[in-house]
């Protein structure tokens, strides 16, 4: 069974930082895309970013460099971090992970992802 814990939610102010981490646990399960979707109060949830397994990274439209994702492997854990930088009002939403072993097509459609965390909050105030 695989798992996916998010962590590193909280409220911050206007041009804060925060960095947001999600640990994947499962036996014998090799992912090749982790990644990090959003969804805000009374939006749907949109992809922010993902990164393959040989590294290469892909973000979405509205991050325009302020975030960034990253993963390491630890104790024969995975954990996926976002780093978020530069935060506003709009990035107010629940961060989930996500995880899967293949995709076709847009690697930000998040129904091509089969394993998902429960969410963290984040919350920015002006």
């Known amino acids: 069974q695989v798992q996916l814990v998010e962590t590193g939610g909280a409220s911050v102010q206007v041009g804060g930082s925060l960095k947001l981490a999600c640990v994947v646990s499962g036996y014998n399960w090799n992912w090749r895309y982790l990644a990090w979707f959003r969804q805000g109060p009374g939006k749907e949830r949109e992809g922010v970013a993902v990164?393959?397994?040989?590294?290469?990274?892909?973000?979405g439209s509205f991050v325009k460099g302020r975030f960034i994702i990253s993963q390491e492997n630890t104790d024969g854990k995975t954990t996926v971090n976002l780093q978020l930088n530069n935060l506003t009002p709009e990035d107010t939403a629940i961060y989930f992970c996500?995880?899967?072993?293949?995709?076709?097509?847009?690697?930000?459609?998040?129904?091509?992802?089969?394993?998902w965390g429960q969410g963290t909050q984040v919350t920015v105030s002006s």
């Open positions: 996500a995880a899967t072993q293949a995709l076709s097509g847009w690697v930000l459609n998040q129904r091509h992802y089969t394993e």
């Open positions: 990164i393959w397994n040989n590294g290469q990274k892909t973000y």
